[in-house]
Every structure is written in C-alpha cells, then in structure tokens.
C-alpha cells in the first residue's frame, strides 16, 4: 500500500512539474515574435 501511495503522490508532482515547462516554452516564443513584430513597426 506504501508503494501505491507515493507513486500516487509522484504522479500528481510530474503532473505539475511538466505543467509550467509547457506553457513556458510556447510563451517565450510568441513573446518574442511580439517584440520583434512591434520593433519592426516601429523602425
């Protein structure tokens, strides 16, 4: 019962882990697509 209940608890800890590196990487790029697109404009 020990070992099901911390794979339990390590699922939920990946689950969470991988959560923010998701949406972090396809932030940064179209954030930086922004910047570029603005800077172009602006030059």
Do not use: C, G
Not at 11 to 40: D, G, Q, R
């Amino acid at each position: 019962m020990d070992n099901a209940q911390q794979i339990k608890n390590l699922l939920p800890k990946k689950e969470i882990k991988t959560t923010p590196p998701i949406p972090s990487k396809p932030a940064p790029k179209v954030s930086e697509k922004t910047p570029e697109k603005t800077s172009h404009q602006q030059r």
